[in-house]
T-cell receptor
Framework: KAGVTQTPRYLIKTRGQQVTLSCSPI?????VSWYQQTPGQGLQFLFE???????NKGNFPGRFSGRQFSNSRSEMNVSTLELGDSALYLC?????????????FGPGTRLLVL | AQTVTQSQPEMSVQEAETVTLSCTYD???????LFWYKQPPSRQMILVIR??????QNATENRFSVNFQKAAKSFSLKISDSQLGDTAMYFC???????????FGAGTILRVKS
């Protein structure tokens, strides 16, 4: 099976712009989670989608949003970018049916905000 | 809220030797999952090992094993016969039994020296 794919892999934006990141889960997986990784804050949970519904949301401002499509692909959007949004954004997929399931991570999208 | 603490920011080990990475966590939950993830320089997050809290037996995966002490809320990772390819950042993570989000520790950078 193909792994989790994330596009784009690298992105440079300027403050105030918006950005959309995409994650395609492993075939058959219905859950996609998003995490932000920064040197200062470490890995933090953004949100999780299952069958097009947001099941859980982390403690991030409303500028961070996401959605999931019927084919389980997910996008996250960050509006009005700030310098502090520079990070590696990771998505993880699983079948979503049981907590113990392995979550498979994608290679990440590295976002740099100038 | 759950917290995960990794008190060793960096560690190094000689090739073929054994190293133990420490992790403690705080939770009021009785049932939960604990994980060790590895993030090599490629940034691809890879699951190393998983432990279910209700299982008293420590999990093992080839050269990787854990020492799970539920009462002490401790979950250490032992890597035997260390290999150069084990060089990576290692993250300890917690998830509630019925949860869908991972809570990560700050990570430990492990360098394996030849």
């Amino acid at each position: 099976k193909a792994g989790v794919t994330q596009t784009p892999r690298y992105l440079i934006k300027t403050r105030g712009q918006q950005v959309t990141l995409s994650c395609s889960p492993i075939s058959g997986h219905r859950s996609v989670s998003w995490y932000q990784q920064t040197p200062g804050q470490g890995l933090q949970f953004l949100f999780e989608y299952f069958s097009e519904t947001q099941r859980n949301k982390g403690n991030f401002p409303g500028r961070f949003s996401g959605r999931q499509f019927s084919n389980s692909r997910s996008e996250m959007n960050v509006s009005t970018l700030e310098l502090g949004d520079s990070a590696l954004y990771l998505c993880a997929s699983s079948s979503g049916l049981a907590g113990r399931e392995t979550r498979y991570f994608g290679p990440g999208t590295r976002l740099l905000v100038l | 809220a759950q917290t995960v603490t990794q008190s060793q920011p960096e560690m190094s080990v000689q090739e073929a030797e054994t190293v133990t990475l420490s992790c403690t966590y705080d939770t009021s939950e009785n049932n939960y999952y604990l994980f060790w993830y590895k993030q090599p320089p490629s940034r691809q997050m890879i699951l190393v090992i998983r432990q279910e809290a209700y299982k008293q037996q420590n999990a093992t995966e080839n050269r990787f094993s854990v020492n799970f002490q539920k009462a002490a809320k401790s979950f250490s990772l032992k890597i035997s016969d260390s290999q150069l390819g084990d060089t990576a950042m290692y993250f300890c993570a917690f998830m509630k039994w019925d949860g869908n989000k991972l809570v990560f520790g700050a990570g430990t950078i492990l360098r394996v020296k030849s």
